[in-house]
């Protein structure tokens, strides 16, 4: 059972940055992929960013160019470089992992491993 902690998260003006990270317990497939998804009040858990082990990479349109997904192996680590912060970037932001379908994806049906979840708050 691989076990996912996100951190990283707070709160910071518009305009502003943050990284998180996601600690992910050891795991040994050679296949997978890991992404970051989240979750407004009153909203629907949306795709962010998804990275597989070929080295592809996925975006929502709405963070393209400010959000960076990035990966540590040897730490078992995934990172979202999050720039140009705006208010509407505010959510609970969850890591997740996927060792079936292996494929860079925002859609969250492909993963079934998740955090608990690092809350950003982005004020104007």
């Known amino acids: 059972q691989v076990q996912l902690v996100e951190s990283g998260g707070g709160s910071v003006q518009a305009g502003g940055s943050l990284k998180l990270s996601c600690a992910a317990s050891?795991?040994?497939?050679?296949?997978?992929?890991m992404g970051w998804f989240r979750q407004a009040p009153g909203k629907e858990r949306e795709g962010v960013a998804a990275?597989?082990?070929?080295?592809?990479?996925s975006y929502a349109d709405s963070v393209k160019g400010r959000f960076t997904i990035s990966q540590d192996n040897a730490k078992n680590t995934l990172y979202l470089q999050m720039n140009s912060l705006k208010p509407e970037d505010t959510a609970m932001y969850y890591c997740?992992?996927?060792?079936?379908?292996?494929?860079?994806?925002?859609?969250?049906?492909?993963?079934?491993?998740w955090g608990q979840g690092t809350q950003v708050t982005v004020s104007s």
């Open positions: 997740a992992a996927d060792f079936l379908h292996a494929i860079a994806t925002t859609s969250e049906a492909f993963f079934n491993y």
């Open positions: 050891e795991f040994t497939y050679n296949n997978f992929a």
């Open positions: 990275l597989d082990s070929d080295g592809s990479t």
